[in-house]
Nanobody
């Protein structure tokens, strides 16, 4: 069974940094699409940083390009989202999600949250202005 657990959220001042972690048990990162999504109050869930390591497909939201990066620790089955130069508008609940790589329609301009079948509980990120 796939189990995801996100952590690392918190309160940070604008311009600061946070690193989110997603512990992904039962997941081989070579076989899955990995995604970080976020949802702010009153808004739809949106893709932040998603990738398919098997074929290199990557989606990065325009609003976070140059500020957020993703990395993995395969030995610990953990995916990290490093968030730098945080802005007030980054405030949201952040979720990690996975799905078998071939089930996900993802490219540099498009990702769909509904393609991902396994989700972790979110972690709140609050950026004070």
């Amino acid at each position: 069974d796939v189990q995801l657990q996100a952590s690392g959220g918190g309160l940070v001042q604008a311009g600061g940094s946070l690193r989110l972690a997603c512990s992904a048990s039962g997941v081989n990162f070579d076989d899955y699409a990995i995604g970080w999504f976020r949802q702010a109050p009153g808004k739809e869930r949106e893709g932040v940083y998603c990738f398919v390591r098997r074929d290199g497909r990557t989606y990065v939201a325009e609003s976070v390009k140059g500020r957020f990066t993703i990395s993995t620790d395969d030995a610990k089955s953990t995916v990290f989202l490093q968030m730098n130069s945080l802005k007030f508008e980054d405030t949201a609940v952040y979720y990690c999600a996975v799905e078998e790589w071939y089930r996900v329609a993802l490219n540099s301009a498009f990702v769909r949250a509904g393609d991902f079948g396994s989700w972790g509980r979110g972690t709140q990120v609050t950026v004070s202005s």
